[in-house]
């Protein structure tokens, strides 16, 4: 008996095993397209909305990066700023599946295929977003003929490829598992490999801004397990929320006490995440310290509204995952997405603040006759130096972001996803 039954999680009518009609029930169910008029609507809205991106996008290369809000003082903005975060929300749904395999413990009941399936599709919105970022899609090639192999930004770009391979190739591992053609011992080394692989991609995201000696808010040693935390807490809650969604249409048979399991380690996330930052925001504002600047940017300044977003949402995350008279469904999914905008606000608090303070004195790009806003009045072109994203970023950003809905849509509707014995 599979480890989705060993409970009595999935005890119904439907799954009863010992029928021949079910028998051929389950093998019909596991094996057909699956038929929904919704998630045909998801795949056809996602589709429009990826061409309206494209479309953008086209125009971006017409006119240049010009057309974007960033600039010298701000040089990454919105799409880079998405990268970290899809990257992130990635984590999840291969470490929900891996670490339970990788150790030999027990799972969440029958989300594992589900969980890697969103993995991927997370990871090409964020190779998505790298590549519109970069201006012309030739220099994705002109990065691999011309690489720097001691640059972090090629080890991040290789390490982001082998873990969107990995990412598919475990997800066919599963499949081929759960088929029978598949050992256990062989599943368990595939997810090790992709559990380590998960943990590296994003600290290697990490060293890339914290091997930034000239940035503030980003040359720190805490940036890789920080960024690790912050992936399981919004990669956790992406989770929870699709399996929520997917139960109550009815695609899953999931017993609560998985959902509950989830919550459990979602609190638990967000506590060491908001624990990582507090160290952090300690030791900067620390009397002596260097960092008191940071500090005030972040809690008063332009950059508040943010801050709060996330202290207030992670909290109110962690009070509603860890109270168990409060884990009902609607509730965990609002908790969920709290906890993911409030990460959300964490990247755009890193990226946009380390442009605005600089460790180093550069009087040559930042002082007060610097032309923060070209698009105003003479009046505006001084003042303020945080970046905010033009309606063309966010619609190309939109349009990355459908793509990766899109994948996970086709993927519900022509992959097998659904546990073998449901």
């Known amino acids: 008996m599979s480890e989705y039954t060993q409970g009595g999680a999935l005890a119904n009518d439907d799954l009863d095993f010992s029928a021949p009609r079910n028998k051929e029930r389950v093998g019909e169910r596991s094996s057909a397209v699956v038929k929904s008029p919704a998630l045909n609507i998801a ?28 600039r010298n003082l701000d040089s990454w903005g919105l799409y880079i700023t998405g990268f970290m975060f899809f990257v992130g929300l990635s984590a999840g749904g291969l470490i929900i599946s891996s670490v339970p395999k990788a ?28 590549v519109v970022d970069m201006g012309q899609p030739f220099r994705v090639w002109e990065l691999f003929v011309y690489s720097n192999l001691g640059s972090p930004l090629m080890w991040d770009i290789i390490v982001l490829a082998t873990y969107l391979i990995l990412s598919c190739a475990y997800l066919w591992a599963q499949v081929r598992a759960e088929a029978g053609r598949m050992s256990h011992a062989a599943l ?13 991609v994003h600290s290697v995201t990490a060293w890339i801004f914290g091997l930034q000696g000239g940035r503030e808010m980003w040359h720190t040693a805490l940036l890789a397990p920080w960024f690790v935390s912050s992936a399981l807490v919004c990669g956790t809650a992406l989770v929870v929320c699709i399996a929520v969604g997917l139960r109550r ?9 998985y959902l509950v399991k989830l919550a459990k380690l979602l609190g638990a996330f967000v506590l060491v995440d908001l624990y990582f930052f507090g160290c952090d925001l300690l030791t900067e504002a620390f009397p002596g310290g260097s960092g008191a600047e940071v500090v005030a940017m972040l809690t008063t300044g332009p950059l508040a509204p943010f801050f709060w977003v996330e202290i207030i949402g992670c909290a109110a995350c962690a009070v509603v995952c860890l109270t168990p008279a409060l884990r009902r469904n609607g509730l965990l999914v609002a908790a969920s997405l709290l906890a993911i905008a409030g990460i959300f606000c964490k990247r755009v608090q890193l990226l946009v603040g380390g442009f605005q303070i600089a460790n180093l004195d550069l009087p ?27 309606p ?5 950003t939109l349009g990355v972001v459908a793509l990766g809905f899109l994948i996970f849509f086709l993927g519900l509707k022509f992959l097998p996803l659904r546990p073998s014995d449901q």
Not at 188 to 200: D, E, K
Not at 371 to 377: D, V
Not at 392 to 396: A, I, S, W
């Open 43 to 70: 795949i056809g809205v996602s589709a429009a909305v990826v061409v309206a991106g494209l479309a953008l996008w086209f125009m971006q290369l017409s006119g240049g990066m010009a057309q974007t809000a960033m």
């Open 103 to 130: 150790l030999g413990i027990a799972g969440f009941g029958g989300i594992s295929k589900v969980a890697v399936m969103s993995s991927i599709a997370c990871t090409v919105a964020a190779i998505g977003l790298v």
């Open 188 to 200: 368990r080394a595939i997810s090790v490999v992709a559990l380590v692989c998960a943990v590296l």
């Open 249 to 257: 249409a009815g695609y899953l048979e999931l017993d609560q006490s």
């Open 364 to 390: 040559f790009a930042m002082n007060g006759s610097s032309i923060t806003n070209w698009e105003g009045s003479l009046a505006d072109a001084y003042t303020g130096m945080v970046y905010w994203p033009t």
């Open 392 to 396: 063309l970023e966010f619609g190309v």
